[in-house]
């Protein structure tokens, strides 16, 4: 079985701050990780992913995530947050072995001005 | 690539009436999956097609929901009679296979489902 966490509902904070979104997962092998984002009345979007290699992935618009094998954790981190980072954000696993994807109950992001 | 394409993207209509999805998903992806988002529920995955072979429909929520998929270019998610509690976004993704490098999802803009 798989499972994603996604901690906190919502998360806020101050634009040109650093931000962080949370993620825990569970996996019975090797996983493939996943973050997409979802703007309103949108598909999700892909953001960014984790295969293999360097712990550390960089995606789109500025986003990465960082792979801790240890702490079952793929936080996803941007340096410096933009209005228009505010969106609906889903970290996703699938087991390396299955082509099925878990999601999770995702994390609203707010970027205040 | 214009994306996975669905349609309708908005669709009302009444208790007991059969609703038809449609999902065309981005040419030579060989991996279908129908997902159904609420804000009670969050995402659920329905059901999953590879090479237009259903492989999961472990998600379905009952016999009043059916998917098919004729061909490669084309899949339909029916709810025969629908029900207000399936009013949702219904959204279509496509994948392909790891080997062909492609491990993510490429989600379609959904279709918004109100019955009354």
């Known amino acids: 079985a798989q499972s994603v966490a996604q901690p906190e509902d919502q998360v806020n904070v101050a634009e040109g701050n650093p931000l962080t979104v949370k993620c825990t997962y569970s996996?019975?092998?090797?996983?493939?990780l996943f973050w997409y984002v979802q703007y309103p009345n949108r598909g999700l979007q892909f953001l960014l992913k984790y295969i293999t290699g360097d712990n550390l992935v960089k995606g789109s618009y500025g986003f990465e995530a960082e792979f801790n094998k240890s702490q079952t954790s793929f936080h996803l981190k941007k340096p410096s947050a933009l209005v228009s980072d505010s969106a609906l954000y889903f970290c996703a696993v699938r087991d390396r072995g299955y082509q099925k994807v878990t999601f999770g109950t995702g994390t609203k992001l707010q970027v205040i001005p | 690539d214009a994306g996975v394409i669905q349609s309708p993207r908005h669709e009302v209509t009444e208790m007991g009436q059969e609703v038809t999805l449609r999902c065309k998903p981005i040419s030579g992806h060989d991996y279908l999956f129908w997902y159904r988002q609420t804000m009670m529920r969050g995402l659920e995955l329905l059901i999953y097609f590879n090479n237009n072979v259903p492989i999961d429909d472990s998600g379905m929520p009952e016999d009043r929901f059916s998917a098919k998929m004729p061909n490669a270019s084309f899949s339909t998610l029916k709810i025969q009679p629908s029900e207000p509690r399936d009013s949702a976004v219904y959204f279509c993704?496509?994948?392909?296979?790891?080997?062909?490098?492609?491990?993510?999802?490429?989600f379609g803009p959904g279709t918004r489902l109100t019955v009354t």
């Open positions: 993704a496509s994948s392909s296979h790891p080997g062909q490098g492609v491990y993510e999802q490429y």
């Open positions: 996996v019975s092998g090797n996983p493939y």
